[in-house]
C-alpha cells in the first residue's frame, strides 16, 4: 500500500462549478498536512497546509480527519486557472533531529473545462 | 528575489555516463532536499541535508547516487554509471528550517538514452 494515495484523475470540471479532492495516508504518526499544486512541466508550489480544525483559503478550504486518516481540497467556483495537478502531501517526522521527509501522492489533475 | 536554482535544466546521458547536477537553494535556507519526480507520479523523496550534514539518504534507490552539500549551501547530486530508469525530474527544494515551508526549484529533466 502506498504511503500516500489520491485518485489520480482526470478530473474534468466545468468552470463555475465545485469540485473536491480526497487523499489518504497510511502512517497514523504522520505530523502534518499539505496540499501543493503543479502546473504541467513546472515544480511544486504550496497551495496550503491542512490543520485539524479545517481551514480556508478564499476558494479553497481543506480539511484533515485523523481519525479516518484522510485530508481533502474542495474548490469552489472553480477558474480557468485552477487546471493543474494536486498533490496531497504528508510530512512524517522521522527523528529527533527535526528530521523531515515530505511524501507526496501521485497527484490528482484536474482541468477546468470552459 | 532569487528563489531556488538548478542547472541544468536539461540533461541527455548516455547509459553509463556519470552525470552531476547541481542545486542553489535560497540564501540563507538551512535545509535542503533533493526529490526524483518520474513521468504521471508524485516526487519521491531522495536525501535531506541540514546546513552541510546529510541527515537522511534513505531515498537514494542506489550506490550510483550520491549527494554532498559541503558549505552548507550549494549542493550536488551525482548519479554514477546512469541507467535507463534514472530518467526523471530531479526537484531540490530548500526551507528555512525544519518543518517550513520547502521551495522548490525547476528541477532537471535528465532522459538517459
Not at chain 2, 535545509?31 to 535531506?48: D, I, K, M, R, V
Request: with cysteine; charged share 20%.
Amino acid at each position: 500500500r502506498k504511503e500516500v494515495e489520491q485518485d489520480p484523475g482526470p478530473f474534468n470540471v466545468p468552470e463555475g462549478a465545485t469540485v473536491a479532492f480526497n487523499c489518504t495516508y497510511s502512517n497514523s504518526a504522520s505530523q502534518s498536512f499539505f496540499w501543493y499544486r503543479q502546473d504541467c512541466r513546472k515544480e511544486p508550489k504550496l497551495l496550503m497546509s491542512v490543520y485539524s480544525s479545517g481551514n480556508e483559503d478564499g476558494r479553497f478550504t481543506a480539511q484533515l480527519n485523523r481519525a479516518s486518516q484522510y485530508i481533502s481540497l474542495l474548490i469552489r467556483d472553480s477558474k480557468l486557472s485552477d487546471s493543474a495537478t494536486y498533490l496531497c502531501v504528508v510530512n512524517m517526522e522521522l527523528s529527533n533531529f527535526g528530521n523531515e521527509k515530505l511524501t507526496f501522492g501521485t497527484g490528482t489533475r484536474l482541468t477546468i473545462i470552459p | 528575489g532569487a528563489g531556488v536554482s538548478q542547472s541544468p535544466r536539461y540533461k541527455v546521458a548516455k547509459r553509463g555516463q556519470d552525470v552531476a547536477l547541481r542545486c542553489d537553494p535560497i540564501s540563507g535556507h538551512v535545509s535542503l532536499f533533493w526529490y526524483q519526480q518520474a513521468l504521471g507520479q508524485g516526487p519521491e523523496f531522495l536525501t535531506y541535508f541540514q546546513n552541510e550534514a546529510q541527515l537522511d539518504k534513505s531515498g537514494l534507490p542506489s550506490d550510483r547516487f550520491f549527494a554532498e552539500r559541503p558549505e552548507g549551501s550549494v549542493s550536488t547530486l551525482k548519479i554514477q554509471r546512469t541507467q535507463q530508469e534514472d530518467s526523471a525530474v530531479y526537484l531540490c527544494a530548500s526551507s528555512i528550517g525544519s518543518y517550513n515551508e520547502q521551495f522548490f526549484g525547476p528541477g532537471t529533466r535528465l532522459t538517459v538514452l
